[in-house]
C-alpha cells in the first residue's frame, strides 16, 4: 500500500459556451435608453422596472458596464442640455420657478435611474472607480444648468437681489429661496460657498458699511444701538430660515464689523447720547444693549470699561477734592455709597454682572477715595453718626446693608490704620455717653473688622466693651459697701484700661466739693478691692446731670459735660462772675473752658447763662449771670458743647503724627519677620515685600521702610554686605 504511488486530483469548472447576440448590447442599450427618455418626459406609467432592471444587471454581467455607463452620461447631458434651454427661455421672476420646478424633476428621475441600475452602482462603479449615479447626476446638472453661462450670473443676480428687496421691508418668497439654496447646498459646499455665500457676504458688507454711515450721521447713541440690534436679528432669522446654518456666523461678523467694530468710539462717545450720558442718565437698557453688541466684537467690552472707567474717576476725583462737598464728612460719604450703589446696579442690570466692570468700579473707587487724605476719618464719622442717631428704627437687615457698605468702603482704604485711629476716639465717646443706637450694631461692625484685618485691629475695641460692662459691675459693688451714699448726688465711674482707650491727656480741673469728696470716696473703694492699680480721672470725657431751678421758680434738668458742671456750680454762691475767675475756680483749660461757656450763654435755647457783652464769641473781659429768663418746653435740657465735628488742623496733625509713630515697630517687626526667613536679601525686594505684608492696613511709605531698616543695621538686627551695599543679612 505504501508502494502505491500518490495522485494528485484537480476539479475544473465546467466551463459553459454562453453564445451572446453580437447585438446584444446595442438592443439592450437602446431599451434601457429609451427608459430614461421616457422618465424625463414624465412617461415612466408605462415601464416594467422589473425587466429594466434585468436588463441593466446583465448588461453588467455581460461586462457591458462601460457602455451603459458611458451611455447614461451622454443621455442624462442632452436632456439637461435641454432642460437648460427651458429654465434660460423663463422670463422675470418665473425663473427661480422654472429653475425649481426643473430641479424637482431631475431628482425624482434621478432616483427613477439609479433604481433601475442599482447592480451597476453597487459592483461595476466601485470597481472601476467610477462617480455613483446619484452624484453624476447632481454633478450634470451643476455643470449643464447652474454653471452654464446664462444661468450662473442671473442666478446669483436674482438670489442677491431679492435678499436686498427683503432687507429693504418688502416680502419675499422664502419657500422658493430656501429650495433654490437648499438645491446648490446639495450640489456640495463649494457650490454654495462660491456661487452664492461670497459674493452674498460682500455685497453684505457693502450694504452695511453705507446703512451705517447713514445711520450714524443721523440718529443718537441708543437709536443707532437699537439699528444695529434689529439688523443683526434680522441676518440671524434670515439664516434660520433659508441659508446654511453655517453662514450664520460669517453674516453676523459682517454686520457686527460694519455697523459696531468700525464706529465704536464715535458711538461711546457721541455727543449727549455716548456712554457718559447712557451712565449719568441710568438708560439700563441703552447700556444693555450697547454691552451685549459690544461685547461681539474685539476690544469691545474694554472699549467700553475704558471710557467708564475714566468717566467714574474724573467724577470720584472731583467728588473728593471740592471743598464745598468736604464740609459735612456724612454728606461726603453718603455721596460716595450712592454713587457706589449707582454703579453696581448698572453692572448688575446692564453689564452681566461682568467681574471684569466690578474690578474697574473697585479700582476707581480706591484711586479716589484715597486722593483724600481725610477719607478715613470721614468714614468713621459717617459710622458715629449712623451708631449714633442714624439707626433708629431701622431693622436689622437695613443695619446689616449699610454697615457692610461701610466696610466695602473701609476696604478701599489704603491707611486702614488711620481709620482704626478715629474710629477708636469715636467709639470711646459713643461708649462712654451712652449715645450708642444699638449694642448688637456696634459689635457686628467689630466683627466685620476683625473678619477683615484679623484680631490685632480689633482687640483694643473689643477691650472697650468689656470695659464697659466691667464699670457696671464696679457701680453695684461700690454701692453696696456705701449704702449712706443713697441720699447725695449719683456717681457713676467708668474705669477704662490705658491701653484700650485712645489716650487724652489727664487735665485736672477743680471739681465741686461734694462731686470731690463722692470722688475720693470711689477712689478708696477701688484701690482697696485692685491692687497694683493708679487712676487717674479723665474730668474731659465726662458728663452730669443737674437740677435747676431759674427766676420764675422754673425747674429743669440739665444734661451737661463735667466741665459745664463745675461751671454752673459756681453759680450757686455768686450771681455774676467775671471769664478770669470762673477761670481761676475751675482750673479748665483756656480752650475747652471758653467752648464750654460759649454752649451755655450764646446758643439760642440752650442760653442757662447770659453774657456782657453780648457777641457770639468768649472774650477774656467777659461777665457771666444766669439767665433768668431762660424757658424751654422740655423738663430735660442737654447742653451739648460747642465742637467741630471734623478735627481742626493742630488735631489733625498730631492724628497724623501719631498714625505715623505707631506704624514704625510695625515696619521694622515686618523687615525681621522677612529677614528672618529669608536670611539675606537686596534692598528693593525688601521694600516690595514689607509694601505686600503692611498693605491691610497702610500703604508703607519707601522712605520710612528706608529709615526703620538703617534703624535695624544701628541696633544691629541687620547689616550690610561688604561688598555689595544694597544687600543685606540678617543676624541672628
Not at 51 to 59: T, V
Not at 379 to 403: A, F, H, N, T
Amino acid at each position: 500500500m505504501s508502494n502505491q504511488k500518490k495522485r494528485n486530483f484537480q476539479i475544473e469548472a465546467f466551463k459553459h459556451r454562453v453564445v451572446v447576440d453580437p447585438k446584444y448590447a446595442e438592443k439592450t442599450w437602446s431599451i434601457l435608453e429609451h427608459a430614461i427618455h421616457e422618465i424625463y418626459n414624465h412617461n415612466a406609467s408605462g415601464l416594467s422596472f422589473e425587466e429594466l432592471y434585468r436588463n441593466a444587471y446583465n448588461m453588467v454581467l455581460h461586462k457591458f458596464g462601460e457602455k451603459l455607463y458611458s451611455g447614461l452620461v451622454a443621455t442624462m447631458t442632452a436632456h439637461l442640455k435641454e432642460i437648460s434651454k427651458s429654465i434660460e427661455a423663463a422670463q422675470g421672476d418665473l425663473f427661480l420657478e422654472e429653475l425649481n420646478r426643473k430641479w424637482n424633476d431631475h431628482n425624482k428621475a434621478l432616483q427613477m435611474i439609479r433604481d433601475i441600475l442599482m447592480y451597476m452602482d453597487r459592483t461595476y462603479i466601485p470597481n472601476t472607480h467610477k462617480t455613483p449615479v446619484h452624484e453624476l447626476g447632481l454633478n450634470l446638472w451643476r455643470d449643464n444648468v447652474i454653471h452654464s453661462s446664462k444661468i450662473q450670473s442671473r442666478l446669483l443676480s436674482m438670489l442677491l437681489e431679492l435678499v436686498h428687496r427683503e432687507r429693504t421691508g418688502e416680502v419675499i418668497d422664502r419657500g422658493l429661496m430656501r429650495n433654490i439654496i437648499k438645491m446648490l447646498m446639495d450640489l456640495g459646499s463649494s457650490v454654495y460657498q462660491e456661487d452664492f455665500e461670497k459674493p452674498f457676504l460682500e455685497v453684505s458688507a457693502e450694504f452695511y458699511m453705507g446703512e451705517s454711515q447713514k445711520f450714524i450721521e443721523c440718529c443718537d447713541c441708543g437709536d443707532y444701538l437699537k439699528k444695529a440690534e434689529l439688523r443683526l436679528n434680522e441676518e440671524i432669522e434670515r439664516v434660520t430660515h433659508y441659508l446654511d446654518v453655517k453662514s450664520e456666523v460669517k453674516i453676523t461678523n459682517v454686520v457686527e464689523k460694519e455697523m459696531i467694530a468700525n464706529h465704536m468710539m464715535r458711538l461711546v462717545h457721541m455727543e449727549n447720547s455716548g456712554l457718559v450720558n447712557m451712565l449719568l442718565d441710568d438708560k439700563y437698557e441703552d447700556l444693555g444693549r450697547m454691552y451685549n453688541l459690544f461685547r461681539r466684537v474685539p476690544n469691545g467690552l474694554s472699549t467700553i470699561r475704558d471710557v467708564m472707567t475714566s468717566h467714574l474717576r474724573e467724577i470720584g476725583k472731583q467728588l473728593v477734592t471740592d471743598a464745598e462737598k468736604l464740609r459735612d464728612p456724612v454728606e461726603f460719604v453718603q455721596r460716595l455709597l450712592d454713587e457706589k450703589d449707582k454703579y453696581d446696579s448698572i453692572i448688575s442690570q446692564a453689564f452681566s454682572n461682568d467681574k471684569t466692570f466690578q474690578n474697574a468700579l473697585n479700582s476707581s473707587f480706591e484711586y479716589f477715595i484715597n486722593l483724600n487724605n481725610r477719607s478715613p476719618e470721614f468714614i468713621s464719622l459717617y459710622v458715629d453718626d449712623k451708631l449714633r442717631k442714624g439707626l433708629k428704627g431701622v431693622s436689622e437687615e437695613d443695619v446689616e446693608i449699610i454697615l457692610d457698605k461701610v466696610m466695602m468702603l473701609f476696604r478701599y482704604l489704603q491707611e486702614k490704620d488711620v481709620f482704626e485711629k478715629y474710629y477708636k476716639q469715636h467709639l470711646a465717646k459713643r461708649l462712654l455717653s451712652g449715645k450708642t443706637v444699638s449694642d448688637d450694631a456696634e459689635r457686628s461692625l467689630i466683627v466685620k473688622l476683625k473678619t477683615e484685618c484679623g484680631y490685632q485691629f480689633t482687640s483694643k475695641l473689643e477691650g472697650m466693651f468689656t470695659d464697659m460692662k466691667t464699670s457696671q459691675d464696679t457701680m453695684q459693688g461700690f454701692y453696696a459697701s456705701h449704702p449712706e451714699l443713697t441720699d447725695g448726688p449719683t456717681l457713676v465711674v467708668q474705669v477704662l484700661t490705658t491701653g484700650s482707650w485712645p489716650t487724652q491727656p489727664s487735665i485736672t480741673c477743680n471739681l465741686p466739693a461734694e462731686m470731690s469728696a463722692l470722688c475720693e470716696k470711689f477712689r478708696s473703694y477701688y484701690l482697696g478691692t485692685h491692687t497694683g492699680r493708679r487712676l487717674s480721672w479723665q474730668t474731659n470725657m465726662g458728663t452730669a446731670d443737674i437740677k435747676a431751678t431759674f427766676g420764675k421758680g422754673q425747674k429743669h434738668e440739665l444734661n451737661v459735660s463735667t466741665y459745664q458742671m463745675c461751671v454752673l456750680m459756681l453759680f450757686n454762691n455768686a450771681d455774676r462772675l467775671s471769664y478770669k475767675e470762673v477761670e481761676q475756680a475751675t482750673g479748665i483749660p483756656a480752650s475747652d473752658l471758653k467752648r464750654c461757656l460759649q454752649s451755655m450763654a450764646c446758643v439760642k435755647g440752650k442760653n442757662v447763662l447770659r453774657k456782657e457783652p453780648m457777641s457770639k464769641d468768649i472774650g477774656e473781659d467777659d461777665a457771666f449771670f444766669v439767665n433768668d429768663k431762660f424757658t424751654s418746653k422740655f423738663y430735660k435740657v442737654k447742653i451739648g458743647t460747642v465742637v467741630a465735628q471734623k478735627e481742626s488742623e493742630p488735631e489733625k496733625q498730631e492724628t497724623r503724627q501719631r498714625v505715623e509713630e505707631d506704624r514704625k515697630p510695625q515696619i521694622e517687626a515686618a523687615i525681621v519677620r522677612i529677614m528672618k526667613s529669608r536670611r539675606v536679601l537686596d534692598h528693593n525686594n525688601i521694600i516690595a515685600e514689607v509694601t505686600k505684608q503692611l498693605q491691610s492696613r497702610f500703604l508703607a511709605n519707601p522712605t520710612e521702610i528706608k529709615k526703620r531698616i538703617e534703624s535695624l543695621i544701628e541696633r544691629d538686627f541687620l547689616e550690610r554686605d561688604n561688598n555689595d551695599r544694597k544687600l543685606y543679612r540678617y543676624l541672628a
